[in-house]
């Protein structure tokens, strides 16, 4: 960098996954980039397996983090949608093309040339560091009004968690008041879906192997309904009831007793990621017109869509609020799915 500024993060320096505070240069705010203070940062299950090189892609030391929401402290010259003092957001996008034909159609979560906000290389070669950290410097392109009425903590992981769902609902036509969606996985993923299917005026069932959440998703989260995937009973019951299904999960599961939940031309879309292979059965598919699919993210147009549509329906993540000295304690739980559903790091009050 021809000039730089000294930021301070959080950082793993090695596939132990331990975090330690760490002191790192961050390019200085360019005619195009924001930059924003941060305040919040959401944990997401990603940035355990970047912690852990477990898809062999890390580059160390990686500062994790892309739900990340704060405070405009500097506008570059040719920056019009900004001002110091505004609220923003960052999620997992730190840059693309920008001219393509994915990126002028307001996808750039697909362009071949995507940045991401963290172990990602940016287009100075340097590798991205997130949001584990006092502040970032972005593209304007790529950061978010973040409503007035939102809380800037409960809100933070929407930038990954909430457009993860949102995307799909929306391309997929999965938004009709009064049809039936199934959410597989009540996680952090999980009760997105099932808040967003509540929004949009959806009858959503919330589908578990674990008899425990049919309370959490009934009482607090809103669900009109619950399946334990292990009683055959209770699947058997209710084949062929659901429009659409959302399933969240990222281990290995069987989807044939899933797709045989849907009726004909229902339409089913992945957004977990398992790291293995899901055996596909082809005749819940043709017997039924289904449809099964799968979903990333979302582009920035998007993106500041979901967040103004979160603003306006006041939807929130149940969040663990924590401080930056947690985080260690807070991947080990995260591994055991010992959270309800989102740690969020208090980064403006706990990094100094």
């Known amino acids: 960098m021809d000039s730089a500024q000294q930021a301070l993060g959080w950082a793993v320096r090695d596939s132990s996954s331990l975090f330690s505070p760490f002191q790192f240069t961050r390019r200085e705010n360019g005619p195009e980039d924001v930059t924003i203070k941060i305040l919040y940062c959401g944990i997401c ?85 997130g949001g584990y950290s006092n502040f970032i410097v972005i593209h304007n392109r ?67 192997t674990s008899p425990h959440k049919e309370k959490e998703a009934k009482e607090c989260l809103g669900a009109d309904d619950f399946l334990l995937s292990k009683n055959e009973e209770q699947m058997q019951k209710a084949t062929k009831s659901m429009d659409y299904i959302v399933d969240t999960v990222s281990a290995v599961h069987p989807i044939f007793q899933l797709l045989n939940l849907l009726k004909v031309n229902g339409k089913m879309v992945l957004v977990g990621a398992p790291d293995k292979p899901l055996q596909l059965p082809a005749f819940p598919l043709l017997f039924g017109r289904r449809m099964i699919g799968g979903s990333m993210i979302g582009g920035m147009k998007e993106t500041q869509e979901m967040v103004d549509f979160c603003g306006e329906h006041n939807i929130t993540c149940d969040i663990e609020k924590i401080s930056i000295d947690y985080v260690n304690t807070a991947m080990e739980r995260l591994e055991k799915s010992d959270v309800k559903y989102r740690f969020v790091i208090d980064i403006g009050a706990t990094l100094k």
């Open 142 to 208: 790529y950061a978010v009004h973040f409503p007035e009425k939102l809380a800037m903590d409960a809100g933070a992981p929407l930038l990954c968690a909430g457009i993860t769902i949102y995307s799909p609902m929306k391309f997929y036509g999965m938004t009709e008041p009064g049809k039936r969606l199934g959410v597989v996985g009540l996680g952090g993923l999980g009760h997105m879906a099932v808040k967003f299917g509540k929004a949009f005026g959806l009858k959503v069932t919330v589908i578990s």
């Open 45 to 129: 299950h990603t940035d355990l397996h970047h912690a852990r090189n477990a898809w062999g892609i890390s580059v160390y030391p990686v500062v994790p983090g892309h739900e990340i929401t704060g405070i405009v402290t500097a506008v570059g010259s040719n920056v019009k949608g900004f001002t110091v003092g505004d609220r923003a957001g960052v999620g997992c996008l730190a840059g693309a093309c920008n001219s393509c034909d994915l990126c002028q159609d307001g996808l750039e979560n697909y362009c071949d040339k995507y940045v991401f906000t963290y172990n990602s290389v940016d287009t100075d070669g340097t590798v991205t560091r």
